[in-house]
């Protein structure tokens, strides 16, 4: 190794965030985070929804550190250390000879890293994050392994990240094997795929969580017969059924089998003792309007999906369903006092044009939705949704070559 000390290796990558459309809920075992079901997730546009991630190397590292939007935050954990051991192992010789850097396989477990992760949405809010570090730890130490393998060890930092790791629709299989090597991530389709798709997420709170999934859980496991069932019984046959309605693109199909697996994942939540309430009203109503909607055009145009939290996301079938959507969102839940429209509705605004909102006028005036029309009073909810995001399915995670986008600094290795 270099005996310099001032090198500094950097890689930046942007990784997506995901959201389930049949959920993973309950831990056969805890330390290898291994799931008691399978799971279906969409990737999400990393354009509109990602985590930024930078890491270094440095010989002049003291011992590793992380940061998370901004602020540091600690690298004792089971998690974290089990995924830097198991890319650590995988790690392969680095030369940069311009830069005088030159890293023997068997340096890498006396190296220590820097990680910096900066998340463009609301963390801990029931939107899947933490995929983040890993396509670039692994491009940092040149591992060789396969994305499948990567995701077996995005799995040991959080389940649901190492569905990240790819675009578009993708499985997370539970696997059997007591040593968590065959429970790992596989692509269903790619982005491209099924790209009439138009996903809104309704924002409805940014606070934390009262019950972590990972407690949340744990609790369910123990307590909840319904989960029992659910694993054992209902998830396989959803599982199969999912993965034909996306590859045949059977959006009545996919409307269906996502809303059912939602509502039942929520229902294992009360059942579990205490119960768990990720929801609150504003999710509520935001299903109900959906429900009265699909019912009264007589096939689904929207299904509705929420994770741990009480953030609803809403994939319409179509660009022309996706607008028909927005205005019905702007109607119920208008933008508070004083708010703005562009910071009120964020990703790809160009669905604000489709639906014909120009500025907070064109919201004011919307008209009553025809499935109302025997309905004598309206409710609105101004203020009861912080913001929406428009967004599609995605790519996986992008490294990114322009070093000034690095959230370290390429001379010491530290925030800038």
């Known amino acids: 190794m270099a005996e310099e000390k001032k090198w500094v290796r950097l890689v930046t990558a942007k990784t997506p965030t995901n959201i389930a459309v049949i959920k993973y809920w309950g831990k056969r075992d805890e330390a290898l985070i291994l799931a ?47 995924c830097l051991r198991e890319i650590r192992k995988r790690a392969c010789d680095v030369e940069e000879e311009d830069k005088g850097i030159k890293i023997a396989k068997k340096d890498w477990e006396s190296l220590h890293v820097h990680i910096a992760s900066y998340n463009n949405f609301p963390t801990a809010a029931g939107l899947a994050s933490s995929a983040a570090g890993l396509a670039c730890l692994a491009k940092l130490m040149n591992v060789k392994e396969d994305q499948g393998q990567l995701s077996a060890i995005a799995r040991q930092g959080s389940g649901s990240a190492c569905r990240s790791l790819y675009g578009g629709f993708v499985k997370w299989i539970m696997g059997n094997s007591e040593d968590g090597s065959d429970s ?27 019950t972590s999934s990972t407690s949340g859980m744990r609790e369910s496991v123990e307590t909840s017969l319904l989960l029992k069932h659910r694993a054992q019984e209902i998830v396989p ?35 579990t003792t205490p119960p768990i309430f990720y929801m609150n009203d504003t999710s509520h109503r935001i299903i109900s309007i959906v429900e009265k909607w699909n019912l009264a055009e007589g096939t689904p145009q929207v299904a509705y999906t929420f994770d741990a939290g009480p ?56 008209p009553y939705p025809p499935e109302l029309k025997d ?42």
């Not at 790619?190 to 969580?209: G, N, T």
């Not at 199969?240 to 959006?251: S, W």
């Not at 199909?253 to 929520?266: E, T, V």
């Not at 101004?382 to 490294?399: K, L, W």
């Open 36 to 82: 008691i079901n399978d799971s279906i997730s969409v990737t999400l546009d990393p354009n509109h929804l990602c985590t930024t991630t930078t890491v270094a190397v440095s010989p002049a590292f003291q011992q590793d550190r992380m940061w998370l939007n901004g602020k540091e935050i600690s690298l004792a954990g089971d998690r974290y250390q089990n």
């Open 184 to 210: 790992l991530a596989v692509q269903v389709t790619d982005e491209k795929h099924w790209d009439d798709l138009v996903i809104l997420i309704a924002v409805v709170s940014s606070r934390q969580k009262e």
């Open 237 to 271: 046959k959803r599982i199969i059924q999912m993965e034909e309605a996306i590859k045949t693109k059977d959006f009545p199909a996919f409307a269906r089998l996502a809303c059912a697996d939602s509502n039942q994942f929520h229902a294992v939540c009360l059942d």
């Open 311 to 366: 953030n609803a996301v809403l994939i319409a079938r179509d660009r022309k369903a996706a607008s028909l959507l927005l205005q019905r969102m702007l109607f119920y839940f208008p933008p508070g006092a004083g708010a703005d429209l562009n910071s009120y509705v964020l990703g790809d605004e160009s669905i604000l044009q489709d639906a014909g909102i120009k500025e907070m006028k064109d919201v004011e005036s919307l």
């Open 375 to 416: 309905t004598n009073s309206i409710q609105k909810y101004a203020g009861d949704v912080s913001y929406f995001i428009c967004t599609r399915p995605g790519q996986g995670p992008v490294v990114l070559s322009d070093e000034s986008q690095a959230l370290l600094n390429p001379n010491t290795g530290l925030p800038k």
